[in-house]
């Protein structure tokens, strides 16, 4: 069992920037691929940006020279440090993570983004 928590949601205006942070409760290495989707209402959940356990990064379109992901192996954490906020980008982002044990797929509970003013 792999447990994701995100944390670093919140409202910020247009422009503005965020960081989240995904917590695992195992060890990064054993993660596959970990990293971020979104939801927006009335939307399907959608790919925001990944990282592989090798430190192969994947992004989106939507959110490359804004979004970076990136990791803190010591601490089993990846981060997304998201600038430019703009209000299209309200969601609730989730961690996902894919655990080569279990060969099972995980999800976190979700944080909320709000983007006005």
């Known amino acids: 069992q792999v447990q994701l928590v995100e944390s670093g949601g919140g409202l910020v205006p247009p422009g503005g920037s965020l960081r989240l942070s995904c917590a695992a409760s195992?060890?990064?290495?054993?993660?596959?691929?970990i990293g971020w989707y979104r939801q927006a209402p009335g939307n399907q959940r959608e790919l925001v940006a990944t990282?592989?356990?090798?430190?192969?990064?994947n992004a989106a379109d939507f959110v490359k020279g804004r979004f970076t992901i990136s990791r803190d192996n010591a601490k089993n954490t990846i981060y997304l440090q998201m600038n430019s906020l703009q209000p299209e980008d309200t969601a609730v982002y989730y961690c996902?993570?894919?655990?080569?044990?279990?060969?099972?797929?995980?999800w976190g509970q979700g944080t909320q983004v709000t983007v006005g003013s």
């Open positions: 990282i592989t356990n090798s430190g192969i990064t």
């Open positions: 996902n993570a894919h655990d080569t044990v279990t060969l099972r797929n995980y």
């Open positions: 195992v060890s990064i290495f054993r993660l596959y691929k």
